[in-house]
């Protein structure tokens, strides 16, 4: 009886404080999947641009799909990282 007590007792008093670190574990994961999704567009941005100028507008519709493609993953892959963060 002592020994639930004791394991009760720890329960309650660490609850917030997992539940504390959860937060900040998601919102640091939220923050760098905005940040990489600012920087993969204007990665997108410039290689279009760049692609236009070298290879004309066939070429700068080109880059712009393909790097499409990669910010479309990084996106997923970062909100999978958030999720994750949110399940522990």
Known sequence: M???AIVLA???GLAP???AAQVVDVVVESARTGAHAARDGARTG???VRALFRKGPRGASQEARQSGR???ANARQ???RVRNA???
């Open 70 to 72: 990669t910010t479309r």
């Open 2 to 4: 002592k020994l639930r």
């Open 46 to 48: 410039g290689r279009t």
């Open 10 to 12: 720890a329960v309650v």
């Open 17 to 19: 404080a997992l539940a």
């Open 78 to 80: 970062n909100a999978a």
């Open 86 to 88: 949110a399940r522990r």
